[in-house]
């Protein structure tokens, strides 16, 4: 009920201050003035809310700088990764005729192609079968179950067949012989 009596009241002086033809901003800005510290506190409070909008566009711009920032990694992290796929050697198919017979692993190539070939819980079938294609040998099974042996094997490709045949056959449950361009599993 109070606040209707002072807006009586200020009503009435407004309009006595305009028969007059005072100017009544002034009253208006005075009250303003008190609804203000009424309601919202001190100046110091009002400051604070009015840098309050500033921070928080502040906020978004360096919150839209650090995602940009982000995205622009990623984008490069990939770009990055798919080029050195792009750089690693494909593989080079031979075919098993007898008119392709090498005395030696296809000669004379890019030193990358030559890396070790390192095989995590492949069957020896899987592995013998690039072995063989690399020294264009046929591989001929006398004991099947000898394929779905899985081992952990790392293969140097510089290195002859006959090499690579004493490897393998340190194993337990392996026994390999090279003869006429023949792996024979026994």
Known sequence: MESNDNLEQL????????????????????????????HFGSKQEKVKR???????????IIGVLMLS????????????????????????VVTNSPSSVVDE???EQDSTQLEPVVFENAELGTILREVADYYQCEVVYKNQKAKRVRLYFTWDKKAPIEDVVETFNQFERIHIECENRKLIVK
């Open 11 to 38: 009503l009435k002086r407004m309009y006595a201050h305009e028969e007059e033809h005072i100017d009544t901003s002034d009253i208006i800005d005075d009250e303003w003035t008190k609804f203000e510290a009424e």
């Open 50 to 60: 009015e840098k309050s909008p500033l921070l928080k566009i502040a906020a978004m």
């Open 69 to 92: 920032g982000i995205t622009y990694a990623a984008i490069r992290y990939v770009r990055s990764s798919q080029g050195q796929d792009e750089k690693t050697p494909e593989t080079i």
């Open 105 to 107: 692993p296809l000669a």
